[in-house]
């Protein structure tokens, strides 16, 4: 990670002007492919987000969630960086390297830490990544995972969005709780307002993954989001 | 530690929503009209980062979805606040790869100096000054319809149509408001839009006009017949017509041709017609390119008035049409019928019109049969001219430019015309 962030130095240091976008999102359960993270309940998380004109790119992600006693903690973090560049009007590339860190909810421990490479082709109303993980979610196993994000807008306001994930084990899931592989489903609405949009959204895991790192499995049902960018 | 980090995070977190809500508060207050005047406003572009990853997100692909949209507008907030303007409106442009925000410009700043220090800016991409687009029709008189259309006799239009009838071929007549339920063009209008100040209430009479010469029914014992009424017409409304008195002509803005032409590329207008012409301009250029990269033919008006005719007339690859009746044209330019062209208007009227607008709007119906029966019946290339059968410009030769596209030699189109008496008024 520190590798990726030297190597886009130079264009943080140009003399043309990048954007920094910084935004909030508030969720009745952090999920991560389908899988609660935060136990099923609220989180919180700060973003930060750099574009370079050349078409660098890093950012930053910060979670919180109510711990044990209503004390708020730190679920995790999220560091990523990454190069993406259009092919065509409506049709972009896009490459990177992402590191998760992420607590039980119930200690203070890490015990996920996941690095993954990724590229991907971003349309107007689709995108499809592929990410590689030695490590998939702090298990020792690694994979592959696969998703394709969907968005159709109904009005100037309203669209709905939908998300279709699959997974691999790369070793014949001895280190995902002996599931060769899983996926998740996710869909719902969202309406936007000047700089931000509330999403309700329903998720599905199939077959239900169970990890060594203690969190708890996969959850299905709704859940209701919101972000605000600065 | 992380127990004191994390409520220092909440505090923190909870004071940044708080002041999120105030912001949407503000948001949500009714948002005083823009009374300036479109030549008082300058566009300042900002740069559309491609889309990326992004942790967590339910977005999808859209462009203009995410937290970019917040940075852009705090950019936008500061080049204001640094200038003396005031940010009117703002409408991403993700085809162009740019975040546009109009600005209003002060008394007593020059909206070219104004443009022309905000392009210097490293945070934007560039500026330029809001420009007016005339739609180009010449005084309609008040006279009643005669059942004579140009392109019926001029371009055997029956025959044409035992061909083609631009069946299915998208059209996006970017113009001012068409009346829908006209009883020549209901049921025509596939997709109707507004990019102007969706105030318009009335029908107005150049888009009314423009739709009713592509695409008014045929074969229903009323008005007109379209050059291709089997199209399916994409209105989108980005010009608006004066309120006062009997003018008919129309008027729009960049910004309203530039969220309409994005509409038009992005839901796949297979023709775009602009009856209209103006000054160049650098962002409407820019998506007339993206539109003919993605093999879309953009018809334009051509203004003998103007230099090179006008924008978007003199843009590469754009089809130029003139009004025939006006005589010969430079090299490059097509003509079409004019003057005297009975169609369509508000009310579930009939009147004629004249002007290179509705020259440009017969080519655009051509090209639609065309398209019916070649995919590659694309921009002027697809247009065969009388005079040399070359595609160069000058009058078009309708019945060789659709057996071009891939007609049945055995029609009607492909023999002569039965007597030039009958043939031409």
């Not at chain 2, 062209?341 to 049969?369: C, D, E, K, M």
Request: aromatic fraction near 8%; proline fraction near 7%; hydrophobic fraction near 45%.
């Amino acid at each position: 990670m520190a590798a990726a962030f030297a190597l886009l130095a130079p264009c943080l240091a140009g003399p043309v002007r990048g954007q920094v976008a910084v935004s909030v999102t508030a969720q009745s359960d952090y999920q991560y492919r389908g899988v609660t993270l935060s136990d099923g309940r609220p989180a919180l998380s700060l973003d930060v987000g750099y574009d370079h004109p050349s078409g660098a790119y890093a950012g930053a992600s910060v979670i919180g969630v109510t711990g044990p006693g209503g004390n708020p903690q730190v679920l995790g973090y999220v560091v990523y960086a990454g190069w993406s560049a259009r092919l065509t009007p409506a049709l972009a590339w896009d490459v990177g390297v992402s590191n998760a860190r992420y607590t039980e909810p119930t200690s203070d421990a890490y015990k996920a830490d996941d690095t993954e490479v990724y590229a991907g082709l971003i349309a107007q109303n689709v995108s499809a990544h592929i990410y590689y993980s030695p490590n998939y979610l702090g298990e020792d196993a690694a994979a592959l995972y696969l998703d394709v994000d969907g968005t159709v807008r109904l009005a100037r306001r309203w669209r709905l969005f939908g998300h279709v994930g699959e997974l691999a084990a790369l070793d014949g899931g001895a280190g995902l709780g002996g599931a060769r592989d899983y996926f998740d489903i996710r869909g719902g609405v969202a309406f936007a307002f000047r700089n931000g949009e509330v999403r309700l959204a329903w998720s599905h895991v199939g077959p239900r993954p169970s990890y060594d790192s203690g969190y708890p499995e996969a959850r299905d049902g709704m859940t209701l989001g919101a972000t605000y960018g600065f | 530690m992380i127990a004191r980090l994390a409520r220092w995070l909440g505090v923190g977190l909870a004071a940044w929503l708080a002041a999120a809500g105030l912001a949407c508060a503000a948001d949500g207050a009714p948002t005083p009209a823009s009374a300036a005047d479109p030549a008082r406003q300058v566009l300042v572009l900002l740069r559309l980062p491609p889309e990326h990853f992004r942790p967590g997100a339910d977005y999808g692909g859209g462009y203009t979805d995410g937290p970019s949209r917040g940075a852009h507008r705090r950019i936008a907030s500061r080049l204001a606040r640094e200038h003396g303007l005031h940010v009117a409106s703002d409408w991403p442009l993700p085809l162009a790869g740019v975040d546009c925000f109009v600005m209003d410009v002060p008394a007593g700043q020059s909206p070219d100096m104004v443009a022309a220090e905000l392009a210097h800016d490293p945070g934007v991409e560039w500026s330029e000054t809001m420009k007016l687009y005339h739609g180009r029709s010449a005084a309609t008189p008040n006279d009643p319809l005669f059942r004579v259309q140009p392109a019926a006799l001029e371009w055997r239009l029956a025959d044409l149509h035992e061909i083609a009838t631009g069946r299915n071929v998208r059209v996006a007549v970017i113009d001012s408001l068409v009346e829908r339920n006209h009883p020549d063009l209901a049921g025509q209008v596939d997709v109707a839009m507004d990019f102007a100040d969706g105030q318009a209430q009335d029908a107005e009479a150049h888009g009314t006009a423009v739709a009713g010469i592509i695409a008014a029914r045929e074969n229903n014992g009323l008005g007109i017949a379209g050059v291709a009424p089997g199209a399916k017409l994409m209105a989108l409304r980005a010009c608006w017509q004066p309120r006062h008195g009997a003018d008919t002509s129309s008027l729009c803005d960049t910004l309203s041709l530039a969220k309409a032409l994005h509409f038009a590329i992005s839901h796949d207008a297979q023709v775009i017609n602009l009856s209209l012409s103006g000054p160049a301009d650098p962002l409407l250029s820019r998506l007339i390119d993206v539109a003919l990269g993605r093999g879309a033919t953009v018809v334009a008006a051509y203004d003998r008035d103007l230099p090179g005719g006008g924008f978007p007339a003199s843009h590469t690859g754009v089809v130029a049409v003139a009004d025939e009746s006006l005589g010969p044209a430079p090299r490059g330019v097509f003509l079409a019928p004019g003057r005297d062209v009975p169609t369509t208007q508000p009310g579930g009227r009939w009147y004629f019109v004249n002007g290179s607008s509705f020259a440009a709007a017969h080519v655009s119906g051509l090209i639609a049969l065309a398209r019916e029966r070649s995919s590659r019946a694309r921009g002027g290339a697809a247009l065969v001219t009388s005079a040399t059968g070359g595609t160069g410009g000058g009058a078009i030769d309708a019945c060789a430019t659709v057996l071009r596209a891939g007609a049945p030699r055995q029609c009607a189109c492909a023999r002569p015309p039965p007597s030039p008496a009958v043939a031409h008024r």
